[in-house]
T-cell receptor, first 115, second 116 residues
């Protein structure tokens, strides 16, 4: 069975500092990994994905994520946080070998960037 | 840019009533997903369609829930005999089916259901 864990309910960071939001996953086969962001009373917006290839993937709004197969992690990062980055962030995984197009989402991490 | 549209945005109803939500996906997307999201949780998968075919349904989806996508365009999610525990945000998402399903999903803004 596939699963995703986001171990931190909330991450606080000062504006201008680097940020990391953690995600670990468990799948039987190869993972397709995604990060989404959600603002209040809105749906989720896609940030970036890892399918194959380079372990470091770059996405929207200056975000990037590093795929680490040995640690089964896909942490979201940004070199310099903005107050406008404050939102709820979700990691999601699909098992590419499962034959299903079902995605599993983590419980979310609230990012608060302090001015 | 016409994204995924959900209607209504909010629904308040009494316990025991039936409710129906509509989702209009991005027009060229042939995969459509329904999720349920409760406060403090991530989206929980309910079901998905490839065109008009419902290919997978979560065990979370009891017999009171049914979803349709009759012409492979818009979809409806119906909940019969609503219960307090059905109060949640219901999210719809769509994606194209190219590249073996590694395309990101585009989400609507959801329908918030409140059961009195």
């Amino acid at each position: 069975a596939q699963s995703v864990a986001q171990p931190e309910d909330q991450v606080n960071v000062a504006e201008g500092n680097p940020l990391t939001v953690k995600c670990t996953y468990s799948v039987s086969g190869n993972p397709y990994l995604f990060w989404y962001v959600q603002y209040p009373n809105r749906g989720l917006q896609f940030l970036l994905k890892y399918i194959t290839g380079d372990n470091l993937v770059k996405g929207s709004y200056g975000f990037e994520a590093e795929f680490n197969k040995s640690q089964t992690s896909f942490h979201l990062k940004k070199p310099s946080a903005l107050v406008s980055d404050s939102a709820l962030y979700f990691c999601a995984v699909r098992d590419a070998s499962s034959g299903t197009y079902k995605y599993i989402f983590g419980t979310g991490t609230r990012l608060k960037v302090l001015a | 840019d016409t994204g995924v549209s959900q209607d209504p945005r909010h629904k308040i109803t009494k316990r025991g009533q039936n409710v129906t939500f509509r989702c209009d996906p991005i027009s060229e997307h042939n995969r459509l997903y329904w999720y349920r999201q409760t406060l403090g949780q991530g989206p929980e998968f309910l079901t998905y369609f490839q065109n008009e075919a419902q290919l997978e349904k979560s065990r979370l989806l009891s017999d009171r829930f049914s979803a349709e996508r009759p012409k492979g365009s818009f979809s409806t999610l119906e909940i019969q005999r609503t219960e307090q525990g059905d109060s949640a945000m219901y999210l719809c998402a769509s994606s194209p089916s190219g590249d073996l399903g590694n395309q990101p999903q585009h989400f609507g803004d959801g329908t918030r259901l409140s059961i009195l």
